[in-house]
């Protein structure tokens, strides 16, 4: 099985500015998240899609937002840039909680840099 | 809500020596925990992952777990490490799925020759 995939792996972004980054899950599964992970604070959970549907939300402003399509690819998109927001964005993917599935499945990320 | 601490930010070791990374948590409900890996320029590996029953749980790479729930405990083990090992490594413990996870602030394990 493939694993999870991040789009795109490099990203230089200037202040103000938006961004859209993607991420394809292993096949079958529908729960993706994602992180922001930073030197100085670790990694911080963003948010949860699970069928389409965010379930879970960490404590980001609203410019921070995702969605995920019928076929589990999940999107995040920042607005607005902030030099602050430079960070690597790690999407996870990991089955549904029903099965025997729960650890989560880690894309390779994606690093922004805003200027 | 859950929280993690890794006690040690780094470890120095020396190849063949054995290994220790030390993990709490605190949450008021049952938990699952994990520890993942994290090589250079890469995303996170699950090494091992505690979710019911024996307590003492067997990873990739020869590494093991004890789940210890008195003390709120899950440590990291490994009886012989190799240069290879050198990496950061996190525990992570969620509460009702896998979704949402919460991270402890990682251990750069550094294996010397």
């Known amino acids: 099985k493939a694993g999870v995939t991040q789009t795109p792996r490099y990203l230089i972004k200037t202040r103000g500015q938006q961004v859209t980054l993607s991420c394809s899950p292993i096949?079958?599964?529908?729960?993706v998240s994602w992180y922001q992970q930073t030197p100085g604070q670790g990694l911080q959970f963003l948010f949860e899609?699970?069928?389409?549907?965010?379930?879970n939300k960490g404590n980001f402003p609203g410019r921070f937002s995702g969605r995920q399509f019928s076929n589990s690819r999940s999107e995040m998109n920042v607005s607005t840039l902030e030099l602050g927001d430079s960070a690597l964005y790690l999407c996870?993917?990991?089955?549904?909680?029903?099965?025997?599935?729960?650890?989560?499945?880690f894309g390779p990320g994606t690093r922004l840099t805003v200027t | 809500a859950q929280s993690v601490t890794q006690l040690d930010s780094q470890v120095p070791v020396f190849e063949e020596a054995p290994v220790e990374l030390r993990c709490n948590y605190s949450?008021?409900?049952?938990?699952?925990l994990f520890w993942y890996v994290q090589y250079p320029n890469q995303g996170l590996q699950l090494l091992l992952k505690?979710?019911?029953?024996?307590?003492l749980v067997k990873g990739i790479n020869g590494f093991e777990a004890e789940f210890n729930k008195s003390q709120t405990s899950f440590h990291l083990r490994k009886p012989s490490v190799h240069i290879s090992d050198t990496a950061e490594y996190f525990c992570?413990?969620?509460?009702?799925?896998?979704?949402?996870?919460?991270f402890g602030d990682g251990t750069t394990l550094t294996v010397k020759p």
């Open positions: 996870a993917s990991s089955l549904d909680a029903g099965t025997s599935g729960y650890e989560q499945y």
């Open positions: 096949s079958g599964h529908r729960s």
């Open positions: 899609y699970f069928s389409e549907t965010q379930r």
């Open positions: 949450s008021s409900v049952s938990v699952y």
């Open positions: 505690y979710l019911s029953g024996s307590t």
């Open positions: 992570a413990v969620s509460e009702d799925n896998a979704g949402k996870s919460t």
